[in-house]
Structures are given as structure tokens and as C-alpha cells.
């Protein structure tokens, strides 16, 4: 008769975003064995953010933030939860004098902070600033803007957002959905496009900020010499096929 326990490959492992109840800022996101068991996952957990095993409770999230399971046998693999790359895992610590209660790791309002007035950072010698003022007059262009906030901005003249568009090299179709500045991005114009085909790299945001909507892996940001718009209606995807 087949064994019908789970069965985990050696080797296998899974790539989780870990949040913590009492620490609002704490977020990481850690590999795991998808063979450890729980309670080891808690030890690794103890080691980063100080709340004991024993006072540890883990709740698991998918990837829509919708709670999959609390992990409460500490002596079941982590893998017998079904976790993916990208879920999370929640600690609750239960401790109410855990080192991490209160949110005082959090509160640096009552810290000192120590300041310098301008007149007395500029007197100091072996200062940053000092060091970025001699090196620019050994090098000035080595401190110079190397791309304008306008870099471009003539080419996008003729672009506009509902163009059709075709993006060279490598003839990917699509339409135009962003024209302008970019500022998670280097400095210059940028068109953003949505590509007919998953050719893309996002659905529209890059780096926490969102640009336009599209469909996932439809989105790219693009340099307008790159772009081409006219008459690029979508390309049917069986027209080259042999019969």
C-alpha cells in the first residue's frame, strides 16, 4: 500500500515574507527548509527578532493576505502547511513582558539625538563633505549630473497614451499607457507600455510606484527612442503558422 504522508524533497525550500505582531516595522523575507519542522522555524524566527519559541505562535498568509493556517504542531514540517514563495508568515508574540512588548524597540522618540550646527561640520576636517569638495576639484565631471531631468523629453513630443506602438529592437507590439518623468527610475523621459503579449517585466508599478495598469508581466518602462508609434495593430498569433 502507498504511504500517504507528505512526501519533500531533500532539497526543497521556500522564499516567505516574515511580519511580527509587536514590531510594526519588522518585515524580512527568509528562506526556509520546507523539511524543517516548526519548531526549528521558530528558533531560526527567536534568532532575528527576540521573541522566545515557546512564547511564538505562527499564522501562515497567502499571497493575497488571506490566512492559509496557524502553525500550531511544532513537531510538523514547515512544508506540511504548504507554503509558496511569497506567502507570509506572521509571528503573535504571546508574551506580555517579551523584550519585543510595548513597541519600545520602535520608540526612538525619547533618544538623544545628537546634532551639529553648519558653521561647526564645516570647521571639522576628514568630513564627507570635505572629501566630495576635493574630489570634485580634482574631477568635476565626475560630480556632474550625468542624465537631466529632461533627458529625452523632445523625443516623447510625438508619443501620446493610447498610441500603438512597436518597440525596437525585438518588434514586441503593444500600447502606449505612460509618457513623462519616472521617479523611481533614473532621471528622463519614460514611456511606459503594455505590451500585447507577456513580453513585459511588471503590471505597471515598478518599485512601489504605480505608473499605469496592465496585466502582469504586459508592463515595461521604456526609453522613447526605443519606441515607435503608429499604425502596429496587434499581430495575430497563429498568422505564421505552416497549415
Given amino acids: 500500500m502507498a504511504s500517504s504522508r507528505l512526501q519533500i524533497q531533500p532539497d526543497e525550500a521556500v522564499l516567505l515574507r516574515v511580519t511580527h505582531s509587536n514590531i510594526k516595522s519588522f518585515s524580512a523575507e527568509i528562506r526556509f527548509s520546507l523539511q524543517s519542522s516548526v519548531e526549528a522555524v521558530k528558533d531560526k524566527l527567536w534568532r532575528k527578532c527576540g521573541t522566545s519559541v515557546n512564547s511564538m505562535q505562527l499564522e501562515l498568509y497567502d499571497d493575497a493576505n488571506s490566512k492559509i493556517s496557524s502553525l500550531t504542531d511544532d513537531s510538523r514540517p514547515l512544508g506540511f502547511y504548504s507554503p509558496f514563495d511569497g506567502y507570509r508568515l506572521h509571528i503573535i508574540d504571546l508574551d506580555p513582558s517579551s523584550v519585543t512588548a510595548g513597541g519600545w524597540l520602535e520608540d526612538i522618540s525619547s533618544v538623544e539625538k545628537y546634532s551639529i550646527s553648519e558653521e561647526a561640520y564645516d570647521k571639522r576636517d576628514g568630513t564627507f563633505r570635505k572629501f566630495k569638495e576635493k574630489m570634485a576639484a580634482q574631477n568635476p565631471s565626475a560630480f556632474a549630473p550625468k542624465i537631466t531631468d529632461d533627458y529625452m523629453e523632445d523625443l516623447c513630443a510625438n508619443i501620446k497614451v493610447g498610441d500603438r506602438c512597436e518597440i525596437d529592437p525585438g518588434e514586441k507590439r503593444g500600447v502606449v499607457k505612460y509618457v513623462g518623468r519616472a521617479e523611481s527610475l533614473t532621471p528622463g523621459f519614460w514611456v511606459g507600455v503594455q505590451f500585447d503579449e507577456p513580453?513585459?517585466?511588471?503590471?505597471?508599478?515598478?518599485?512601489?510606484?504605480?505608473?499605469?495598469?496592465?496585466?502582469?508581466?504586459?508592463?515595461?518602462?521604456?526609453?522613447?527612442?526605443?519606441?515607435?508609434?503608429?499604425?502596429?495593430?496587434?499581430?495575430?498569433?497563429?498568422?505564421?503558422?505552416?497549415?
Avoid: C, N, Q, T
Fill in 199 to 243: 513580453f513585459g517585466k511588471h503590471d505597471g508599478m515598478v518599485k512601489g510606484v504605480r505608473y499605469f495598469d496592465s496585466p502582469p508581466l504586459h508592463g515595461a518602462m521604456i526609453r522613447p527612442d526605443k519606441v515607435k508609434v503608429g499604425d502596429y495593430p496587434e499581430r495575430d498569433p497563429f498568422e505564421e503558422e505552416e497549415i
